[in-house]
């Protein structure tokens, strides 16, 4: 930059700061101006205020006429409610609202919960047991199990359970049984005299559950036309066993009649119903080995029951709801009284419930023990061998043991009789063959006549080898169904299996495979009681002489155990366990049979008697087929003078052809 800009920018500067000076107004000037500008903030600082001032006032005006129109309609709204209700409801009417309190009763084998809003126990445990996959058993949980009375009020329906009912007694919400009964009593109070009342008494050491409906004063409110109060119960069963398919079979409804016997609703459908045309004592939910049951003092005019099943069987089994009918006399008070058996379903217990002394009230018929002829055998010969080994042997495994080779010693003249029957018609075989040789195929009535007469004179009963077996018959039976209802199985673990009253599985197939009929694992027990039974089958078929004329029983006979190795898949493994220790011991005297048994002797001693009965008076069987004979056109082989059979002496080898 030269001398010249720089002098020409200086003096440019000079004149611009001189400029400045020379225009800026003076102290007064600026004094005066800053009181003309505070001046204008305080009047539009005044107008902003005013402003907001009168918003608020308006803000508070209307929320003022909003809040007082709201609360005239809340009150109105209330008050319409209010006789909303009491048009619905009538006297019932504020017992609509509420809030749920839970009352607990227990004593050392139960434990229920009863709710004010409804007044009905809605959980039940049972302390001495566990569900499957569970360290619990809970029979029913909130939303599982209602109770409900329905009736007309002032011509409103009432539904008790909407209605949220008083604890008479405020302080008692945890109430435990020891020593004494104890009681809680839920009310819905119209008036001192006039209410509807549930009392629930707990007794120590029981699973019975007391429970007294009282209607009391209600005669003005309740029509003078009504005569039965409803009663509804609904109750969804849970799955408490491992064996889902086996306990769904065992899960119905049981009912007894006034005067007459226990009966069922069929457990294998998907659904079924029961109407009840008469008087009904009392109604059980029962699951495989639990049961709730509700039991009237008096008795239930009439009703009906349904069940679903729930096809998924995972948490539930099946949804059971009940309508009954109380007897209701419109004119006085009314109370009912009833047990509600919540418990296991044991032989001993079930029979020991009662509601008077000796009164039988038939609840062990929940357990399956078969018909008449079984269900004698068993209450009267196996329980009770049973309970008495089981006083003093600890391990159900020991106590089957036991219990089967006793039965089996029992039943071994019966089996040896049998065993001695097989040998006879064993040695008789060759004369039998020389028989049917001489008299053709298109005779079978002489052939018939024949076989029969050489028995006679023989002394061999052709039936003496079926009628032992027949009479073990109905102990095996009796012993099917007993060890699959026995509780006191229930959780007992032996050797491998961990629970003796379901399936043991040493093996279950992976990814969920299922063989039809059969299931989806393996089970010793089973596959041990179908090759004891197989072997068995084998050694007694060599003895029987009808397994030879009838091809189709023998392989009846081997085709049984495979049939058996299906169905006992799935079965209780205590019954397994029975079987294979059945068929062991039979294997053994089958042996001990075959040793003691001395043919020859039996032969010679049927050849001597053969001889002393040379002229033998005829039987009444015989005297059918000679009628029979005589009928058809045929003469009595008695009246030909055909010889009698000759006797090899050979024993049981057949004659030589000419």
């Keep these: 930059m030269n001398r010249q800009q720089f002098l020409g920018i200086a003096l440019i500067l000079v004149i611009i700061v001189g400029y400045g000076i020379w225009v800026s107004p003076s102290a007064e000037q600026r004094a005066e101006i800053q009181r003309k500008q505070d001046s204008t903030r305080q009047v539009k600082l005044l107008e902003q205020q005013k402003l907001e001032l009168e918003k608020h006032n308006k803000d508070s005006i209307s929320k003022l006429s909003t809040d007082t129109a709201s609360l005239a309609n809340t009150t109105l709204s209330d008050s319409a409610k209010s006789a909303e209700k009491t048009e619905k409801f009538g ?18 084998l139960l434990e229920v919960k009863i709710s004010t809003l409804g007044a009905y126990p809605y959980y039940v445990r049972l302390k001495d047991f566990k569900a499957f996959k569970s360290d619990s058993l809970v ?41 004494d009964s104890q009681s809680v009593a839920l009310r819905i109070d119209i008036s001192q005299t006039q209410y509807l009342e549930y009392v629930y008494t707990i007794q120590p050491n029981s699973y019975e559950l007391g429970v007294a409906v009282n209607f009391v004063g209600m005669t003005d409110y309740i029509p003078q036309n009504t005569f039965e109060i409803d009663m509804f119960w609904d109750a969804k069963l849970r799955r408490l066993e491992k064996g889902a398919d086996w306990e769904n079979q065992n899960t119905t409804a049981y009912y007894k009649y006034d005067e007459a016997e226990v009966d069922k609703l069929s457990p294998t459908s998907d659904d079924d119903d029961v109407t009840y045309e008469s008087k009904l004592k009392w109604l059980a939910y029962k699951n495989h080995f639990f049961a709730s049951a509700i039991i009237a003092h008096g008795s239930f005019a009439s009703g009906k029951t349904a069940f679903v099943a729930d096809p998924k069987e995972e948490h539930y089994l099946k949804h059971f709801k009940s309508e009954l009918a109380l007897p209701y006399d419109a004119k006085t008070d009314n109370r009912y009284a009833f047990t509600w058996y919540l418990g296991p379903n044991d032989y001993d217990i079930l029979t020991d419930t009662h509601i008077k002394p ?16 079984f269900r004698w055998i068993s209450q009267y010969a196996i329980i009770p061998l049973f309970n008495l080994l089981g006083s003093f042997i600890g391990s159900m495994g020991l106590l089957i043991l036991v219990m089967t080779v006793l039965i089996k010693a029992v039943l071994f003249p019966l089996t040896y009789k049998s065993y001695q029957s097989s040998a006879k018609m064993q040695v008789l075989k060759p004369q039998i063959d020389e028989i049917n040789e001489k008299i053709p195929k298109d005779k079978a009535m002489e052939r018939q006549q024949a076989t029969m007469a050489l028995y006679k004179k023989a002394g061999v009963n052709p039936l003496g080898g079926c009628l032992p077996m027949l009479l073990q018959f109905p102990i095996l039976i009796a012993m099917y169904q007993f060890f699959p209802g026995s509780i006191e199985l229930r959780g007992k673990s032996f050797l491998w299996a961990e629970d003796l009253s379901t399936y043991d599985s040493i093996w279950n197939f992976p990814n969920g495979f299922t063989i039809p009929m059969y299931g989806d694992h393996i089970s010793l027990f089973t596959l041990l009681m179908a090759a004891a039974m197989l072997i068995s089958t084998m050694m007694n078929s060599s003895q029987m002489q009808s397994n030879q004329q009838m091809p189709g029983m023998k392989l009846m006979l081997y085709l049984m155990p495979v049939m058996m190795l299906v169905w006992f898949n799935n079965y209780s493994a205590g019954l397994s366990y029975y079987y294979f220790l059945s068929n062991v011991i039979t294997i053994v005297q089958i042996w001990a049979a075959r040793k ?19 002229e033998v008076p005829k039987s009444k069987f015989q005297q059918r087929l000679d009628q029979m004979a005589k009928e058809r056109g045929i003469q009595p082989l008695s009246q030909k003078g055909l010889p009698a059979p000759k006797n090899t002496g050979k024993g049981s080898q057949p004659p030589k052809r000419k």
Excluded: C
Aim: hydrophobic content about 40%; proline content about 3%.
């Design 358 to 373: 000796k009164d039988d009230l038939e609840l062990k018929r929940m357990i399956p023990l078969g018909w008449a002829l």
């Design 596 to 614: 003691l048994i001395n043919k020859e002797k039996i032969l010679a001693k049927l050849n001597e008697n053969q001889k002393k009965n040379k």
């Design 139 to 179: 029979l029913f949980d909130k939303g599982e199990n209602v109770i409900d009375l329905k009736f007309f009020a002032q011509n409103h329906p009432i539904s008790t359970e909407n209605l949220y009912f008083t604890n008479t007694n405020p302080t008692r919400t945890h109430i435990v049984a020891d020593a």
């Design 91 to 108: 006297v019932f009417a504020k017992y609509t609202e509420g809030k749920a309190q839970d009352i607990v009763l227990e004593n050392k």
